[in-house]
């Protein structure tokens, strides 16, 4: 078994400012029989991220409903830890509420980056949103120095499970700061307050891999599977063999993980918009049936696309 790809279904047209380039990071939720809403990041002319969504018809996403035409949330107030760029990340029901869970991202001096991962919460059915407030609700720590992102949320039995990527260090390669990132999993009854003790659920497989993000994670059959995006240290940017490729991993606790990268099912294509990279997998299970919802080659700049198990 494997996943078959359907192709690319959407791509920014650059007609808005604040949406030039980039479909990134696909966060899908499951509105109705009829309706699959995807939230996405895209970018503005000076590189900044801002969150809008698409509405697709349940089960065919190259057929869309609706475009949404403004950002759903604005940029963070001057010296918050999102005032550079929003993502997002991943979408939860609760209460009545759409909780959604993004990166917020910071311009530094001495490395390119710092993100950390806020809430926004939306009372008419994710159309609206409004921060919980000003700060993350996964911010640094003492233990936790560099930077979190890519939160994956799940709530069971009252408990709220979190698989978040975690930056282990910043490294200088070819003269410039790259980060190392890894899957780290917490735990809170609110979804606010988070218990981090620092549980590593993935963690690198060798001295070459240097970022593992956007962990993607459903229960099927009282078996834990979590997809995610991998990439090497080293000239991932350029070298297509080095760059994001997606894996795959088990487990029976959503604790302690096996990984099972081979088993993935999926791979870049010999030629088109995923033939350099396929990364920031959102994988979803309806009536039985399993989507993958992914990014292509530049990070999103060639769009979103999905494939289907089978």
């Known amino acids: 078994m494997a996943w078959v790809k359907q192709g690319v279904f959407f791509v920014p047209d650059g007609s808005l400012p604040w949406a030039l380039t980039h479909a990134q990071v696909p966060t899908v939720d499951v509105i109705s029989d009829s309706v699959w809403r995807i939230y996405y990041a895209t970018r503005d002319d000076k590189n900044r991220c801002s969150i809008s969504f698409i509405d697709v018809e349940a089960g065919n996403p190259h057929h869309i409903l609706y475009q949404h035409d403004q950002p759903i949330l604005p940029l963070g107030k001057l010296g918050t830890f999102d005032d550079s760029g929003v993502m997002p990340s991943w979408i939860v029901t609760y209460a009545g509420m759409k909780y959604l869970y993004y990166t917020g991202w910071n311009v530094r001096q001495t490395v390119p980056y710092q993100n950390a991962i806020g809430l926004a919460i939306s009372d008419d059915g994710g159309q609206n949103f409004r921060r919980y407030g000003e700060g993350p609700v996964l911010g640094l720590t003492v233990h936790e120095p560099y930077f979190t992102g890519t939160a994956t ?60 993000v956007r962990a993607s994670v459903l229960k099927d059959n009282n078996l834990y599977k979590m997809w995610y995006a991998t990439r090497q240290g080293q000239d991932y940017r350029v070298d297509k063999t080095k760059s994001y490729r997606i894996g795959y991993a088990e487990s029976k606790d959503g604790i302690a993980w096996e990984r099972l990268d081979d088993h993935a099912g999926i791979d870049v294509s010999d030629n088109g918009w995923d033939s350099e990279m396929i990364a920031y997998p959102c994988v979803i299970m309806v009536n039985g049936k399993k989507y993958m919802f992914y990014n292509g080659n530049g990070f999103g700049r060639s769009g979103m696309g999905y494939a289907v198990w089978e």
């Open 153 to 212: 949320v799940l709530i069971e039995d009252g408990l709220w499970r979190n698989w978040y990527a975690g930056c282990t260090k910043w490294e200088m390669i070819d003269d410039k700061a790259e980060p190392y990132y890894h899957i780290k999993y917490a735990e809170s009854r609110d979804g606010v307050d988070w218990d981090r003790r620092g549980v590593v659920a993935i963690d690198y497989k060798d001295e070459n891999e240097a970022g593992i």
